[in-house]
């Protein structure tokens, strides 16, 4: 198993650009999130989907989209890039087996690092 | 969801055994307590996770008294590679789709 898997790995934009920054995991997982790392922060919920078709809002989710069609992919878009959002992004996926289990682990992709200027 | 509070930094030796406190007060029946580790340039990587007394692994040992208001997370002997940031999750039974990273401690092993 690759695990998660995030494409690029670096990449710098200009302002007002877009671009899409690509999710996959191969562990057949129906929970995905996308985190945004600011340096020296935490990591910050952006989106999430529970599972095909459904996606919803994290806790910093302006300047993003989302789609999830299939249970593999993740796709992060950003339509106008804008210096706030240089940060480092990371995937991540985690299988829920519904109530009476604990918090599913998350496994994480190695990130991709954004700069805008 | 309950508040996390950890120490910002932690300075250690190779081989002694490092304890780290978080506080979560307002913890909630279904709450679980997990800790991850971040390595520099990489995502975040499950330690262990506990819903109350001890739990231990290959890795670490998690103590949870009983009034779960806080948890200590133990890494026995740590070594150089042990250097990284350590951060408290508290959240509901279910997936951890509303899971917050604070600002995590950042461990730093000397030699």
């Known amino acids: 198993n690759a695990g998660v898997t995030q494409t690029p790995k670096f990449r710098i934009l200009k302002i007002g650009q877009s671009m899409t920054l690509q999710c996959t995991q191969d562990?057949?997982?129906?929970?995905m999130y996308w985190y945004r790392q600011d340096p020296g922060m935490g990591l910050k919920l952006i989106y999430y989907s529970v599972g095909a078709g459904i996606t919803d809002k994290g806790e910093v989710p302006n300047g993003y989209n989302v789609s999830r069609s299939t249970t593999e992919d993740f796709p992060l878009r950003l339509e106008l890039a804008a210096p706030s959002q240089t940060s480092v992004y990371f995937c991540?996926?985690?299988?829920?087996?519904?109530?009476?289990?604990?918090?599913?682990?998350?496994?994480f992709g190695p990130g991709t690092r954004l700069l805008v200027l | 969801l309950a508040k996390t509070t950890q120490p910002i930094s932690m300075d250690s030796y190779e081989g002694q055994e490092v304890n780290i406190t978080c506080s979560h007060n307002n913890i909630a029946t279904n709450d679980y307590i997990t800790w991850y580790q971040q390595f520099p340039s990489q995502g975040p990587r499950f330690i262990i996770q506990?819903?109350?007394t001890k739990v231990t692994n290959e890795v670490a040992s998690l103590f949870i008294p009983a009034d779960r208001k806080s948890s200590t997370l133990s890494l026995p002997r740590v070594s150089l590679s042990d250097t990284a940031v350590y951060y408290c999750?508290?959240?509901?039974?279910?997936?951890?789709?509303?899971?917050?990273f604070g600002g995590g401690t950042r461990v730093l092993v000397k030699p």
């Open positions: 562990m057949n997982h129906n929970y």
């Open positions: 991540a996926s985690s299988y829920s087996r519904g109530s009476g289990a604990g918090q599913e682990t998350q496994y």
């Open positions: 999750l508290v959240g509901p039974r279910a997936a951890g789709n509303k899971l917050t």
């Open positions: 506990g819903y109350k």
